[in-house]
């Protein structure tokens, strides 16, 4: 069992920077694949980035965000940078234990998602 816990969410200006993390329990969070996801309202939930031995992004956000772990901390992290209004969502991050993937239904666990607000 893990349990996962985001913090780090806010109100930003357009240009500006939040970094979440994802605070895993549990020994065995290495073995887990780690990916960030978000949902606006009226949206489907849709896949951001994963860590995988590599980092793995949505075309929407790359060049922009940042994952990465570390395991000492059982944490995983979400650098985002330039931010958008139409990043707005709220963040959820996500454990799998078989294989990563950007399909919500694959992964495991969640954790209770923290809100991201980008004013223009």
């Known amino acids: 069992q893990v349990q996962l816990v985001e913090s780090g969410g806010g109100l930003v200006q357009a240009g500006g920077s939040l970094r979440l993390s994802c605070a895993a329990s549990?020994?065995?969070?290495?073995?887990?694949?780690m990916a960030w996801f978000r949902q606006a309202p009226g949206k489907e939930r849709e896949f951001v980035a994963v860590?995988?031995?590599?980092?793995y992004y949505a075309d929407s956000v790359k060049g922009r965000f940042t994952v990465s772990r570390d395991n000492a901390k059982n944490t995983v992290y979400l650098q985002m940078n330039s931010l958008k209004p139409e990043d707005t969502a709220v963040y959820y991050c996500a454990a799998a234990r078989r294989s990563w993937s950007r399909i919500v239904r694959d992964y495991d666990y969640w954790g209770q998602g923290t809100q991201v607000t980008i004013s223009s």
């Open positions: 549990g020994r065995t969070f290495s073995t887990y694949y």
């Open positions: 860590w995988s031995g590599n980092p």
